[in-house]
């Protein structure tokens, strides 16, 4: 799975994109800028990050994104997010070979088989591990033959959470979408 700003084919669309780290004590943030098949650093900025009991706010988290905004100077408005480890699950299994789709639904569906724990308001999000590639033509006829596993990168958050973001980054400008299925 590609990310869009790597995606060759949408390089003149984006050119510049904002990466924003919501880490439990400091938000690290950068601005890269593509200059040909190089990437640059425009800028970055370290911010405290914001206090809170249980769960941020959406305000909150808006007031703290706009100022990551304002920190960085960048005229794009594309950003990817992402969390800690106490807000995300991060796990590489075995599954049968399925379309990142299926993939996806197979975890929202049944989790518990794969993960060994029932994540329920769930959004999962999964990477196919390339497998080795075999050097004899023979040896590739005979890996086809039995059950069809695969790697695979599994990473989740709570659905509340994924939401929060994706509102809290509309509210303060940025262009941030969701990858993965809603469980």
């Known amino acids: 799975m590609a990310l869009p700003f790597f995606d060759s084919a949408a390089r003149k669309k984006r050119d510049q994109m904002l990466a924003i780290d919501l880490g ?6 950068v601005h ?16 405290d990050a914001p206090i809170y ?12 994104l706009k100022a990551i905004g304002q920190a960085l100077e960048a005229k794009t ?3 990817t997010l992402a969390v800690g480890v106490n807000e995300s699950f991060v796990r590489q299994v075995e599954m049968p070979r399925l379309s990142v789709e299926d993939t996806r639904q197979v ?4 989790s518990k088989n794969y ?5 329920p308001n769930h959004v999962f999000d999964c990477w196919l591990v390339p497998s080795r590639r075999l050097p004899n033509p023979a040896d590739a006829a005979k890996a086809m033959v039995g059950p069809q ?3 695979v990168l599994v990473t989740a958050a709570k659905k509340q959470l994924v939401d929060d973001l994706l509102a809290a980054s509309k509210d303060a400008g940025l262009a ?5 299925a809603p469980c």
Do not use: M, P
Not at 24 to 29: L, P
Not at 32 to 47: H, I, V
């Open 24 to 29: 439990g004590r400091t938000t690290k943030a």
């Open 32 to 47: 890269l800028q593509r200059r040909g098949e190089n990437f640059a650093l425009c800028r970055y900025a370290l911010l």
């Open 53 to 64: 009991e249980k769960n941020v706010s959406v305000d909150l988290l808006t007031e703290h």
């Open 77 to 79: 408005r594309l950003a």
């Open 107 to 110: 975890l929202k569906i049944s």
């Open 115 to 119: 993960l060994q724990q029932d994540l």
């Open 149 to 151: 596993k695969q790697k």
């Open 176 to 180: 941030a979408r969701k990858s993965g």
